[in-house]
């Protein structure tokens, strides 16, 4: 079932050549060295977690992990050489998860008016 | 869409012509078939059952309720007939309803497809449907589960004795059927659209479809994994909302709630984007606003994922967090308001005709407008206080899900009936069903109102003397609802066998799935169609020559 | 059946707001409902398609108009909310000098009890023109304390206090519904509000069964649970001091500072390991489970009246343990074995003194 | 249109190209795990609730599992991420013999995952950390430590569960690499399952840190 008509308005917005494109291929290099990082960052958390930062320990402890997630994100699932769809799949999943956690955890934060013990009572030093 | 002299019909259509339908027989054909067309059918045939059998639930309860006194049922049975109405309306019937029917059925054919992006996915999507489905069947016929369709805990987890984890695993699996229906309609309409179609001139009905899409990718999991964790709390004790051990039942409300506000969207948006195919073929007018009512369904679709705190005004929320979901959800009826002026002025200077899917979308206009006005009422958290939890929210929420969304089916199942089947329905008996189901509906629901406002709760197995009234009527409304709904059953079986052959375009509607013969060839076009025109092109008179 | 209401009365101060903008909101979907449904019958009508091959003139749209029916009704939503967040604002503060009354929904009723003594169940009386505050707990599920009449609703969560208020205006007796699905008998969980004049409910007040008062009640438990062996009068107890304690703010460990509200002095009781008083051992046993809400209640009863400004915030400087000298060396030294997490029936056992 | 495209076994009926096929299944990967991304979420945000609530509990409870095990479980995953990384590399160049070997060599390492959560499930249920009537705590934050590990066993008991489907998938795989299905015109199924994979790494990757290295230890 070839298309009928070649008219030239056969465009598809990614202009890609037909048959089966050679994907990008990474190089050995890219992968070791990601892995060597992720390894790090693995330490590093280890080491994060026996130090006493006090309320930043948890910021520190995911921004490691958010770290090492980007790395395995963009180089093992080739979301660097994707396509700007996929990326843009990424960052909507990455961006309603906040909603969830933040927008909720907002409402554990924020002031009530009643009266009520709540966490947004404590107010820290 | 018109291509000028069309090659795709065959001249004299000749009477054995084969088709989707009669392209080959046998069960296997249909229970193995990676056909969208007939998978859309397999969806048509379960999704009815449930609607029936949600819809005896509703008689069931309807009948209780027009005695004050709880005298028919013991109260036990009557918190399950409405728990499992809720269940089989909302997760097997309204949330699938015209997805999977009409969605199914039309997206491939809408936007010049062979088929769906996974045609093998598609036909598991809908095992996975009547795997969830048989879960909750069995748990209806082994005693069913007392829970309301919200399981709110600590009850559902520790102190109903009734079916909650087979119920809880059926929706558990249902809303896979809905996340892998969503992931494959966005990618069928980001890939597969045919030569010329740009996104603007996509049908609004794919772009309804492509909103819904989202929500269901995005917002079906999370109550996956609330169902799951209630699950883990009744079976392996694993107390997550256990107030015993500090845990929170209002975290729960936050996550079920956090998908089952944008899940009343999923129910809404398809019936919009029936309506704006539907009021443009039957006023042969260019709809008003394209560029408005396709964004409109995107901002409803994100702006639906930031309000579900309005469900939990009286539970605890925080002060400022309840004022700013109160906020948030004005922001969220704005676009609605938006596609309803939309198509009103898509209807000015038209050339309309009354046919039955055009009754049906003037009553969706009608129905919808009262329910998304109603909503204006319970966003107030000032006035939701006095009535969270009454007969005003049930009202509001049947004006929208019934009003809208089931009106909103019954017409895009009436409008392209004659493409599915290739018969045409019987015209007169349609509109009497139609003019039954909407003076029934407002018979049942509008005192429901004013019921809600004077402090009637919902849920209710016996209620005190003042409400009966109000609630006898809404009982006779809802037997004139049953009747208009039992209507159609029939004269559709009727048309099937009898109804006259319908031609490829029997409305004179735009659109690519009425550029192929009645009911469509296997592969839907014998030939890629190339569009070349804007969406609902009806001015230019080229459309195709009727067959 | 004689004459069926078409609206609820108006009995408390915040019905007559709410039912203003309810009125508001009426008038809106009324005009926007009809003007709908008016120019979709004309357009039908007037427009009816008179010939099978009518080609009407194609309008793509108009961003005027697209502007208008966004910007007029963004305005008057906005209307809407503020009118709405206002009332919802004096809904949920409290105003001070209100009568305590303790409400605790147990699956399928509703037990009130004042601070005077006087228990009710599904039923509460109250006198007409004082505010009253209502604490919520519940015993087992979601339940929620609606009154039609005066437009307000709570829903009780086990777990946690919620707080209401609301003012009676006119006497009478309304009915209480639970407008939270709890179950069997969730429909029969119901009651009234009989609101009397003031001499009236002062009669009503003096006529009770000769209870307790509540605090009185939570002194008796008090000593019942043993609580005195840590929590004594003077700086010399393992556990905070708690004279003047209730509605000042108590400086946590981590150096938080908590207001000492009825939910912060019910977690304490319940889950003491949640906040602790900086400069004070973790040693305190948990008694969830072992005090019911009604004795919580007392007990945080008994707590607000050893003074301290009942109810209001702030105050006097934080209680911490600049006051108390450390609690005895030896205390601190060898902490006492803490019972298992399920402390045994029994009252506490006796904490042997090194 | 390249002839051979057209006759390639893989190549669904209703698509033109077997690259338009395989941007078509990368986007629907994509959106599943995007599905998946959410279905965690709703655990991370329990977690994230309860821990705001009950900091010092759970800083206790958590200092009962043992983080050198998480640690282990942490890199043999991340290895085996890279082990999948080359094996849809190898798949990509045509070598069939490195991708079976690379597959197999990320079987082997997931299945060492699994037995570390098995031997530290079986330590939990010694010392009575499994919630439920045999629960046992010591001192007074006994009930919030129930939830922490509720929702220990809830979001590693699920994460597990990803793994155990993950397997056999990739056994599947490497029987067929090994059959010489995958060239690289077409790969796909190898390339989704390594999306898979890394998701399942990731997931853990934000594990291991929450729930094992909860306050200074």
New interface residues.
Partial sequence: ???TTETDVHEHE?G????????H??P?LT??L??GA??VG?YL??WA????FGRF?TVV??G??VT??TL??L???HVKY??R??QL??A???A??AL??GG??ND??SPRLDGQMG?ANIRRE | MTTTTSPLIPAAAPRQRTHYLNANYGVLSWLLTTDHKRIAILYLVTISAMFFLGGSFAVAIRLELVTPAGDLFQSETYNKLFTMHGIVMVFFFLIPSIPAVLGNFLIPLMIG???L???K?NLASWYIFVFGALFSLYAIVNGGVDTGWTFYPPYSTSFSNTQVLAAGLGIFITGFSS?LT???F??TI???RAPGLTWFRLPLFVWAHYATSLIM??????I???I??VA??RT?????F?P?????PV?FQ??FWFYSHPAVYIMILPAMGVISEVVTCFSRKRIFGYEVIAASSMAIAIFGFLVWGHHLFPAGQSTYAGVVFSLLSYLVAIPSAIKVFNWTATMYKGSIKLDTPMLYAIGFLGLFTIGGLTGLFVAAVGVDIHVHDTYFVVAHFHYIMVGGAIMGYLGGLHFWWPKISGRLYPEMWARVAAVIVFVGFNLTFFPQFILGYLGMPRRYHAYTEEFQVLNVMSSAGASILGVGYLLPMFYFAWSMRYGAPAPANPWGATGLEWQTPSPPVT?NFPVQPVVVDEAYEYAKGREVTVV | MSGFPLFPEQASTIAGRVDALYFFLIAISAFFGLLIATLVVVFAVRYRRRSPDERPKAILGSVALELTWTLIPLGIVMVIFLWSAEIFFSMVRVPPGTMDVYVVGKRWMWKAQHMTGQREINELHVPVGVPVKITLASEDVIHSFFIPAFRVKRDAIPGRYQTMWFEATKPGRYHLFCAEYCGTKHSEMIGSIVAMEPAAFQAWLQGGTGEVSMAAAGERKFQELGCMTCHRGDTEGRGPNLQGLFGRPVTLA?GETVPADEGYIRESIV????K?VAGYQ?????Y?GLVTEEGLMHLVAYVQSLGGNAGAQGGAGALGPGGASAPDANAAGASPA?P???PSAQPVPDQPRQ | ??E??HH?PAL???F?????Q???????M?????????????????Y???R??????FAEASHHLD?KLG?IN??VL??S??T???AV?AA??GNRKQIVLFLIATVVLGSIFLGVKVVEYGDKFEHHLV???HF?????????A??FY??Y??MTG?HALHMIIGIPILLVLAWLAHRGRYT???HTPV?MT??YW??V??VW??L???LY?V???
Wanted: net charge negative; charged share 10%; proline share 7%.
């Fill in positions: 079932m070839t298309a990614h890609h050549e037909h048959g089966g494109r050679h994907p291929v990474v050995l992968y070791f990601v892995f992720l390894m693995t958390t280890v977690a026996g130090q006493d320990n402890a995911l490691i992990a090492k997630a395995v994100v180089f093992f699932m994707s396509p769809l996929t799949v990424v909507v999943a990455v309603f998860l969830l956690i909720v955890v554990y934060y966490p | 497809a062979r088929d992006a996974f045609p996915l996340i969503g992931l494959n966005i990618v980001h890939k597969m990718v995005l917002g079906t999991p999370v996956a994994v609330t799951l964790m883990l709390e392996l004790h694993l107390g997550i256990d015993a051990l500090g845990g929170d975290l936050h996550l592969e | 981590g889950n003491p390991a949640a602790i973790p040693i305190m046993p948990a969830q803490t298992q997490a399920r | 249109m390249s051979a495209a390639h669904a009926h209703h033109e190209n077997l690259g338009e395989k941007e078509a299944s990368s986007l629907g994509w959106l599943f795990i995007a599905q998946e991304v959410m279905f965690f979420g709703g655990m991370f945000l329990a994230t609730v309860y705001n609530l009950y900091p010092a509990a983080w640690g942490t890199a991340i290895l991420s890279l999948m990384a080359l590399r990509a160049l919630p439920g009537a046992q705590f010591p001192g007074p934050n006994a009930r919030p129930q939830i509720s929702l066993f809830a699920l690289p015109a077409y390339e390594g999306l890394h998701f790494d990731i990757i934000f291991f840190p929450l290295l306050g200074p230890h």
